[in-house]
């Protein structure tokens, strides 16, 4: 069964949480492809590149190393403000953007919410599991 991906959809879930504080919210693969965004555009590549390295250098430290604990949500402080992310299955990841003064617990609920919100359907698309590699492409 073949499902679909509806793009405006996508962006208005996405854009949901682009409120108090949070001015861009994306959807990448682990390898760092930038799948669909709302709101602010700016720097939108550099900090889906920075998160989903981070997340896939963290995950292969733990499956390699003394790490043991699953990951379930990376706060990054940034020089102009906040980067978060936390995954929502078969290789993706939803991230958010924030100003500096965004409180974490805040910046947390509203992440989880997004991701709770996607992994259903997202894993209805992604069935099977999404690779890591530069290719990652959702079934049409």
Known sequence: ???LINPQALHNVLNSVNTSG???SMLISTSGSLYSF???RTRMELAAAIVSK???TYEKGGKQGPVSDNLGFILI???DGQLACTSVGAGLLVGVQAGADV???LLHAKLTALARVLRGPL???FAGGASSSAGDTPRT
Do not use: N
């Open 1 to 3: 069964e073949t499902h």
């Open 38 to 40: 709302a709101g602010d």
């Open 123 to 125: 894993g209805k698309v």
């Open 77 to 79: 402080d940034c020089e």
């Open 103 to 105: 409180p974490p617990g």
């Open 54 to 56: 981070i997340w896939s």
């Open 22 to 24: 949070i001015y861009s």
